[in-house]
């Protein structure tokens, strides 16, 4: 096929000779950019910048890469069949290292989440979408703060069993974001028989440190959703916390302080939940200061900063109170982890040792670590790898736990 495309090329004279040039020039800067991300997998997890971006593609793009370096290795293998020069046969080296880099990563990562439970399909993978999907109902709760935050409502196929409920927090460093971030993960399982509730939290200003204000906000959140689930057909009594980064900080201190009846909303006594999933979780906040990427895209140094009205130096106690470790016993609800070994803003160090903090007090606790990805892995598009294997793994750990539709 590649060389009818030479050819073809070849009888539309000085033009079809550039457009011949300009065919294998980007073949061979395609073969050249996926070699180099497959050869960074070799290098240790956050290594170095090279590193970090070599393992942060491949749940996103994984797909994408190896079709583009299989078609590259065809356009300059069929240049090959003309010329025999030495610059050939190296494009034609690093093209062969890119198709065969790109396919046994995608095909590791697949293994990977099917060992973990999951599914996912890379030729689904190469048409992704958007995060953003439009709720049900959208409803609102009231803190005790006196105000009220969105609770957006995504609900089960009807049927006469009631269905568990899932709790979305969303992350964004506790400054940025909205509960409509992931609205496919929640259209996602509310297909499959969960009623699904996102809710928002008061975000921290420059001004306005939330670190109490936000892990209160969503106890009433908490409340709200075992007082209202019956609207949706929903059961309060299979409650389950999901978030990510941020929010997967808070997900796990509220499931873990609930537990210890050490949390009161304005509506009462906070409901302890069934289980407690989590992405990319910041559970070590001080680990996060200390050793998260400062990239101007994220500054985790400033995030936590502003979250705490300063330093955690400067704020030890309002420190302790965000972190996980603090609200450990034995009472917490089972809890599942997924967490990118490559994660440039949670160190992954820092999320094994809760882990084992955690099981050590007593915790039913399941940590998966990514071999490919950074943080946010799953969340840039729907229908990646990486989205993919997080909801299929994280829908069959809460069928492990009696926890399905």
Same mark, same amino acid.
């Given at each position: 096929?590649?060389?009818?495309?030479?050819?073809?090329?070849?009888?539309?004279?000085?033009?079809?000779?550039?457009?011949?040039?300009?065919?294998?020039?980007?073949?061979?800067?395609?073969?050249?950019?996926?070699?180099?991300?497959?050869?960074?997998?070799?290098?240790?997890?956050?290594?170095?910048?090279?590193?970090?971006?070599?393992?942060?593609?491949?749940?996103?793009?994984?797909?994408?890469?190896?079709?583009?370096?299989?078609?590259? =290795?065809? &356009?300059? /293998? %069929?240049?090959?069949?003309? +010329?025999?020069?030495?610059?050939?046969?190296?494009?034609?080296?690093? *093209? @062969?290292?890119?198709?065969?880099?790109?396919t046994s990563i995608n095909a590791r990562l697949v293994r990977w989440i099917k060992d973990a439970g999951g599914t996912a399909n890379p030729i689904h993978a190469l048409?992704?979408?958007?995060?953003?999907h439009e709720p049900d109902v959208r409803e609102h709760y009231s803190a005790d703060n006196g105000q009220t935050y969105p609770a957006l409502v995504y609900t089960p196929p009807r049927s006469g069993k009631p269905a568990p409920v899932l709790m979305q927090i969303h992350g964004?460093?506790?400054?940025?974001?909205?509960?409509?971030?992931?609205?496919?993960?929640?259209?996602?399982?509310?297909?499959?028989?969960? =009623?699904? &509730?996102? /809710? %928002?939290?008061?975000?921290? +200003?420059?001004?306005?440190?939330?670190?109490?204000?936000?892990?209160? *906000? @969503?106890?009433?959140?908490?409340?709200?959703?075992?007082?209202?689930?019956?609207?949706?057909?929903?059961?309060?009594?299979?409650?389950?916390?999901?978030?990510?980064?941020?929010?997967?900080?808070?997900?796990?201190?509220?499931?873990?302080?609930?537990?210890?009846?050490?949390?009161?909303?304005?509506?009462?006594?906070?409901?302890?939940?069934?289980?407690?999933?989590?992405?990319?979780?910041?559970?070590?906040?001080?680990?996060?200061?200390?050793?998260?990427?400062?990239?101007?895209?994220?500054?985790?140094?400033?995030?936590?900063?502003?979250?705490?009205?300063?330093?955690?130096?400067?704020?030890?106690?309002?420190?302790?109170?965000?972190?996980?470790?603090?609200?450990?016993?034995?009472?917490?609800?089972?809890?599942?982890?997924?967490?990118?070994?490559?994660?440039?803003?949670?160190?992954?160090?820092?999320?094994?040792?809760?882990?084992?903090?955690?099981?050590?007090?007593?915790?039913?606790?399941?940590?998966?670590?990514?071999?490919?990805?950074?943080?946010?892995?799953?969340?840039?598009?729907?229908?990646?790898?990486?989205?993919?294997?997080?909801?299929?793994?994280?829908?069959?750990?809460?069928?492990?736990?009696?926890?399905?539709?």
């Amino acid at each position: 096929m590649s060389t009818k495309l030479f050819r073809s090329l070849s009888d539309f004279g000085g033009a079809g000779h550039l457009a011949k040039r300009a065919v294998t020039a980007s073949a061979v800067a395609t073969s050249c950019t996926v070699a180099a991300l497959a050869v960074g997998t070799r290098l240790r997890p956050r290594a170095n910048l090279y590193a970090s971006l070599s393992y942060a593609v491949w749940p996103v793009i994984g797909p994408q890469l190896a079709v583009a370096s299989q078609a590259s =290795l065809a &356009v300059l /293998v %069929g240049r090959l069949r003309h +010329t025999r020069r030495l610059k050939d046969v190296l494009a034609v080296s690093a *093209a @062969l290292t890119a198709a065969v880099g790109s396919t046994s990563i995608n095909a590791r990562l697949v293994r990977w989440i099917k060992d973990a439970g999951g599914t996912a399909n890379p030729i689904h993978a190469l048409a992704p979408g958007s995060m953003r999907h439009e709720p049900d109902v959208r409803e609102h709760y009231s803190a005790d703060n006196g105000q009220t935050y969105p609770a957006l409502v995504y609900t089960p196929p009807r049927s006469g069993k009631p269905a568990p409920v899932l709790m979305q927090i969303h992350g964004g460093s506790w400054r940025f974001g909205s509960p409509e971030d992931n609205g496919h993960d929640a259209r996602w399982f509310a297909d499959r028989g969960y =009623l699904v &509730v996102a /809710v %928002g939290y008061p975000l921290s +200003t420059e001004d306005e440190p939330t670190w109490d204000t936000a892990p209160r *906000a @969503l106890e009433c959140a908490l409340g709200w959703i075992q007082a209202n689930a019956h609207r949706w057909n929903g059961d309060p009594e299979r409650l389950v916390l999901l978030g990510d980064s941020a929010g997967g900080n808070l997900a796990v201190n509220l499931g873990y302080s609930a537990a210890r009846s050490m949390a009161a909303g304005d509506r009462g006594r906070v409901p302890k939940a069934a289980a407690v999933a989590v992405d990319f979780p910041a559970v070590d906040v001080a680990a996060v200061y200390r050793e998260g990427l400062n990239v101007p895209v994220a500054r985790p140094q400033a995030s936590i900063r502003q979250y705490l009205g300063g330093t955690p130096e400067e704020r030890p106690d309002r420190l302790r109170a965000v972190s996980s470790e603090t609200h450990l016993s034995a009472d917490a609800p089972p809890t599942l982890i997924l967490h990118p070994l490559s994660d440039d803003l949670v160190p992954a160090d820092s999320v094994a040792e809760f882990a084992d903090r955690a099981r050590d007090a007593g915790v039913d606790i399941t940590l998966y670590e990514v071999p490919y990805g950074s943080h946010g892995y799953d969340r840039m598009f729907s229908g990646t790898v990486g989205n993919q294997g997080r909801l299929s793994i994280v829908a069959n750990y809460l069928a492990q736990k009696g926890l399905a539709p």
